[in-house]
Nanobody
Framework: QVQFVESGGGLVQPGGSLRLSCAAS????????MGWYRQGPRKQRELVAHIGSGGVANYVDSVKGRFTISRDNAKNTMYLQMNNLKPEDTAVYYC????????????WGQGTQVTVSS
């Protein structure tokens, strides 16, 4: 059974940094593209960064240059380093496989709340 557990969120001032972690169970982690998603207040969930099994990363324009996604396949763990945070980054952050299919909808975890506010 696949399960993702996100951690590392919190309250931070604009310009601050946070590092999120995603721990994955099961044997699918190392062979699949993984992604960080977020859902802000009254917004749809969006994919903000994803990383292939070989380490190639891609980012949505709004986080380029500020966020860095990485993964440790040996530990079945993925990370998101977030620097120069802005109020518009406030959201619940989730990790999951990319792309999201009907089967993968059941893999969503609880997410971790990131709040950027002064």
């Amino acid at each position: 059974q696949v399960q993702f557990v996100e951690s590392g969120g919190g309250l931070v001032q604009p310009g601050g940094s946070l590092r999120l972690s995603c721990a994955a169970s099961g044997s699918i982690f190392s062979i699949n593209t993984m992604g960080w998603y977020r859902q802000g207040p009254r917004k749809q969930r969006e994919l903000v960064a994803h990383i292939g099994s070989g380490g190639v990363a891609n980012y949505v324009d709004s986080v380029k240059g500020r966020f860095t996604i990485s993964r440790d396949n040996a530990k079945n763990t993925m990370y998101l380093q977030m620097n120069n945070l802005k109020p518009e980054d406030t959201a619940v952050y989730y990790c999951n496989l990319v792309p999201i299919t009907i089967a993968r909808i059941g893999f969503w975890g609880q997410g971790t709340q990131v709040t950027v506010s002064s």
